[in-house]
């Protein structure tokens, strides 16, 4: 099963949760890393762990918003299983009982 029909697995029996969970994961991984990308951190280093070629002009001449960004589009093997782990408990927060 791929990551499209997990989530459509879990909307069905989650409802608005999914869409709540996924908002915010993904509003805190950026966050994460647009912040660390900001405050210095050695992103090149990052990048080339992440698979993106640290030499590529594009990357040394882009914004700390894009660098962030095309980070955190590589970290998405990490960020959407995370996503669709916590999914459960963020519909037992709001009480969503599953169908």
């Not at 869409?19 to 900001?38: D, E, K, M, N, P």
């Not at 700390?64 to 955190?72: G, K, Q």
């Not at 959407?80 to 169908?99: G, M, Q, W, Y």
């Amino acid at each position: 099963m791929n990551t499209a029909q997990k989530f459509k697995e879990l909307f069905k029996v989650y409802g608005p949760a999914v869409i709540v969970s996924q908002i915010c994961v993904c509003g805190l991984w950026y966050g994460t890393v647009f912040a660390g990308v900001r405050s210095g951190i050695d992103y090149k280093t990052l990048a080339a762990k992440v698979g993106i070629d640290p030499e590529n002009q594009k990357l040394k001449t882009a914004s700390d918003a894009a660098i962030a960004y095309l980070i955190y589009k590589a970290m998405a093997p990490i960020r959407i299983p995370v996503t669709i782990a916590i999914i459960p408990f963020v519909a037992k927060l709001f009480r969503i009982v599953p169908k």
